[in-house]
């Protein structure tokens, strides 16, 4: 072996050139080894990103549960210029030998770099007045918005790059399908629209996103006949089909799941996922139960809201064109439920009866769904919304389609798309301790801000409905746009 460096050098000492070679060879696997330790340790890069009013950023450290979001900060996102430059120079190179992954990295960095351009652009604007939206009939009223010219070009940007990828693993109905007429509509509304929208690709290679389309609701109505709360079946279902994923398709591994995202309004959605620890840890996790002390995490899950729609659509008194104004609203609160979990419990001990401004019921002759619930909503100016068993309740949308202030009442609970929607301009926060002064609370609120707060609902109303087919800034879209946002926190390397 000693001349096995020479390869045909004939002549000369070979001594030296092998010493460089060697010398050369180990920093280069050194550099290899190094580089592939960090791949290894950290398979994905979140970015702190923020979409926040006045200075477009979020401090994570400073707010509540309920506004903790991925945010879009000029500082963090700076890098992803020279990123984006190097990707239009490198884009026909990159497009063959790493699965589409520099590509669709490269579109990802640009969407970055042009809603920083609009947080800088924004930074001095104000948030408040009306906004003029290209396509859209009726302005945005910006006081909503966390960021109103950040999430119009995260928007924006969205409808021009996002793909999404649709695993079909499993058998349909069990997966592919869900419930559109009860309080799981969300979850199966949202399977069903996926399947159609101008957002899904065929082609992986050029997917942001991979929908990991199962249905928690229908494992549950297939496998626990009769129902019972062992919920082996379903972890064993879940690993299944993430192994199944894992095995026939490159891209699970490849971000160790980041990438990924699944959807459930089941009460049991966040401890299904429980059964892969990747898919807990790392993949969006879009859920109704979004309760931070059982492990929901807002800087990578998504809070969906939960609609329950009996019939497949809205309530038709809730549909006329205009709904009552505040002074055709006599009664100050209203609510109607039954002792669902401890916050309601609470509720109906202290208020259910006593005091006919506000009439809180434990249940109606007609049900949630008949015509005096539904008269009772418009009735109200505000409208309370306590959880439940869970800390989701389909009380907040109804409040919203009936344009009745919501009143949430409930722990832990990140309200849905709280990373660019401001609740507290169209809501009132009520603390469980504080349910004996509920009355206080809510005749204190002034009547022009509970004006305002009005105005908000009725501007916000559009996020909340899901139509068929899907339409702009609708619930569809905008349960897909807070993916989004989770995705551009992802940098896969």
Same mark, same amino acid.
């Given at each position: ?29 050194? +550099? ?169 690709? $065929? ?49 699970? #591994? ?74 055709? $609203? ?19 001990? +202290? ?23 539904? #008269?009772?909503? +418009? ?82 109303? $559009? ?22 946002? $989770? ?7």
């Amino acid at each position: 072996m000693e001349n096995g460096h020479s390869h045909g050098h004939g002549h000369g000492d070979s001594r030296r050139p092998t010493l460089l070679i060697i010398l050369v060879s180990s920093v280069a696997v050194l +550099l290899f080894i190094t580089i592939n330790l960090c791949l290894i340790s950290v398979p994905f890069q979140i970015k702190n990103l923020a979409i926040s009013s006045r200075t477009g950023v979020v401090d994570l450290t400073k707010t509540t549960a309920r506004a903790l979001s991925p945010a879009i900060d000029g500082a963090t996102m700076a890098s992803d210029t020279g990123f984006e430059q190097r990707v239009r120079r490198q884009e026909k190179k990159k497009m063959g030998g790493d699965g589409g992954a520099g590509r669709v990295e490269g579109e990802l960095a640009m969407a970055r770099a042009a809603i920083r351009r609009s947080v800088t652009s924004a930074r001095n604007a104000s948030s408040s007045g009306l906004l003029s939206v290209p396509g859209e009939d009726v302005p945005f009223y910006a006081a909503v918005y966390r960021n109103p010219a950040a999430f119009l070009r995260s928007y924006e940007e969205m409808e021009k790059r996002l793909k999404v990828y649709v695993y079909e693993e499993g058998e349909p109905p069990l997966v592919h399908d869900g419930p559109c007429k009860n309080i799981y509509t969300t979850e199966g509304r949202f399977i069903s629209e996926m399947e159609y929208s101008g957002m899904r690709t $065929r082609n992986p290679t050029r997917a942001h996103a991979f929908f990991l389309a199962f249905s928690v609701t229908n494992m549950v109505h297939f496998l626990y006949r009769p129902a019972n709360s062992d919920r082996t079946k379903i972890w064993r279902f879940v690993t299944d089909y993430v192994s199944s994923v894992a095995s026939k398709h490159p891209f699970w #591994n490849r971000s160790a799941g980041a990438d990924h995202f699944m959807l459930s309004c089941h009460d049991w959605g966040p401890s299904a996922s429980m059964a892969n620890r990747k898919l807990y840890e790392n993949s969006i996790r879009a859920l109704c139960n979004a309760n931070t002390s059982e492990g929901f995490n807002p800087r990578k899950d998504v809070s969906v809201p939960e609609i329950n729609l009996y019939d497949g659509t809205i309530p038709a008194e809730l549909q006329q064109p205009a709904a009552p104004g505040l002074l055709a $609203r006599p009664y100050l609160a209203f609510f109607a439920g039954g002792r669902h979990g401890a916050i309601r419990q609470e509720l109906l001990r +202290l208020w259910k009866g006593r005091d006919p401004e506000m009439p809180v019921f434990e249940y109606l002759p007609g049900g949630r769904g008949g015509k005096d619930y539904s #008269n009772y909503l +418009l009735q109200s100016r505000f409208c309370l919304c306590p959880s439940g068993y869970e800390v989701a309740s389909p009380r907040v949308v109804e409040a919203l389609y009936a344009e009745c202030v919501p009143v949430i009442v409930s722990e832990s609970y990140v309200l849905p798309f709280s990373d660019v929607l401001r609740w507290e301009e169209f809501s009132v926060a009520v603390p469980v301790e504080e349910l004996p002064k509920l009355k206080d609370i809510l005749e204190a609120v002034p009547p022009s801000k509970l004006m305002r707060m009005r105005e908000g609902v009725k501007a916000v109303k $559009r996020h909340f409905v899901f139509n068929s087919p899907a339409k702009r800034f609708d619930v569809f879209h905008m349960i897909l746009h807070s993916v989004w946002l $989770r995705r551009l926190n992802v940098k896969i390397l």
